[in-house]
């Protein structure tokens, strides 16, 4: 089976502007957290998210390229403008065929369309803005990034809840290694920190009103983010013949549903994702030595996770390092496992895990090594990275250190 390797990364979050600013944070446990800003939210009773601070879109992109790309798209294209960067890729020849982009988001241009039905029902107005289609389908941060480059090979987007970026990661990884093309370009971004957004999410009660404290006892709810996350992932082969760097291994992928509530976990879903992704990668459960939890942060969802860390690694189960770094970034839905998988290759490139941050005191049900609120350097050959969505739609990737 081919070898599939992580070649490049680009992320704009919470955390900061790109890649080294969210590694900087993340593991000095510096939460991107806060007050709301870009809108007045006193109304809400919801008033803290994880905004990317201090964005300006003039400062990217023209006034015509903002005509045309929601926020989402805007976070998409700067993540891999960094990632292929870091690549040092160039799509100018017949690598453009040989690339797939697959790019996941669960709410699409939320910012675009929320902007329009204002217009539609608030101000009575008798058109839209023509390029309001174009902008909101979930679709067009993907095509954004094949005309900017000029790829020709697959390009889609998955949308699954919180796993879209598991499943894009998960089919790039699939592509790689049939030999139908040679790179992928792929992650997840969203921009869901908007009034109607948040106010739809209150309704679920699923909302944190202070802060993100997963695991612990006193938490409350998930904090949602935005922001986006891309890796390029490459073949081994195709990686060694122009002497790029392999960061990390992509080794495994595992995913299950289960088939049972759209909101409410269960157990047996993840033990079979987190199954499969060992089982993909060939590993046992006692090579495993760091987690990324899904971790939201939610009364049920924090203990089914713990379950399941406990039913798939056994007596492993309490040696293995296990954090939420949704208590930093906050929850970024569509683009949660591409910034989490991000994490997950700084912790095997820096060999220091992210903490759980924001933990106040432990919670009986879930009695796991969480990383409390402290980064931990420690030796960490192989990670899991989870997510598991609404709908009962989970994914679980498997990244490990290169093998010379």
């Not at 289609?133 to 949308?159: D, M, N």
């Not at 030595?289 to 189960?317: K, M």
Request: hydrophobic share 40%; aromatic share 6%; glycine share 10%.
């Amino acid at each position: 089976m081919k070898q599939i390797v992580v070649t490049g990364r680009g992320c704009i979050s919470a955390l900061g502007p790109d890649r080294p600013a969210f590694a900087d944070r993340l593991l000095r446990g510096v939460s991107g957290i806060g007050p709301i800003r870009g809108f007045d939210a006193t109304p809400l009773q919801i008033q803290v998210a994880a905004q990317v601070p201090d964005y300006q879109e003039k400062e990217h992109f023209t006034d015509d390229q903002i005509q045309q790309l929601d926020r989402f798209a805007q976070f998409g294209l700067l993540a891999t403008q960094e990632a292929i960067a870091e690549a040092n890729l160039d799509f100018s020849g017949p690598l453009a065929q040989r690339t797939a982009v697959i790019i996941g988001t669960g709410a699409g241009g939320q910012e675009t369309q929320e902007r329009a039905y204002h217009r539609l029902f608030a101000q009575n107005a008798k058109r839209l803005h023509p390029f309001t289609v174009p902008k909101l389908i979930h679709c067009s941060v993907a095509s954004q990034i094949s005309i900017t480059y000029g790829i020709t090979g697959p390009v889609f987007t998955t949308s699954s809840a919180c796993a879209s970026a598991g499943h894009a990661m998960g089919m790039a990884l699939l592509l790689l290694r049939s030999g139908m093309v040679d790179v992928a370009i792929t992650g997840g971004t969203e921009a869901c920190v908007t009034y109607g957004t948040i106010r739809a999410w209150e309704g679920l009660r699923v909302m944190a009103p202070d802060t993100c404290r997963p695991f612990c006892r006193q938490r409350s709810g998930m904090v949602l983010g935005e922001g986006a996350g891309i890796l390029i992932l490459e073949t081994r082969e195709a990686a060694e013949r122009r002497g790029a760097v392999g960061l990390a291994e992509f080794a495994g992928f595992g995913m299950s549903a289960d088939a049972f509530n759209l909101v409410q976990p269960q157990v047996e879903g993840p033990i079979h994702a987190m199954s499969a992704a060992l089982q993909d990668g060939g590993m046992a459960p006692d090579g495993i030595d760091y987690i990324n939890a899904h971790g939201t942060g939610t009364t049920l969802n924090d203990v089914v996770e713990t379950r399941a860390i406990h039913a798939v690694f056994g007596r492993h189960a309490p040696h293995v390092a296990v954090s939420s770094t949704k208590s930093l970034h906050g929850h970024t839905l569509g683009a949660a496992a591409a910034l989490e998988a991000i994490a997950c290759i700084e912790a095997l490139q820096q060999q220091v895990a992210p903490p759980t941050a924001n933990f106040l005191d432990a919670d009986p049900q879930c009695d796991l090594d969480y990383l409390p609120n402290h980064a931990r350097a420690m030796p960490i050959r192989a990670v899991l990275n989870n997510s598991f969505a609404f709908g009962g739609l989970n994914t679980t990737l498997l990244f490990k250190r290169c093998s010379d």
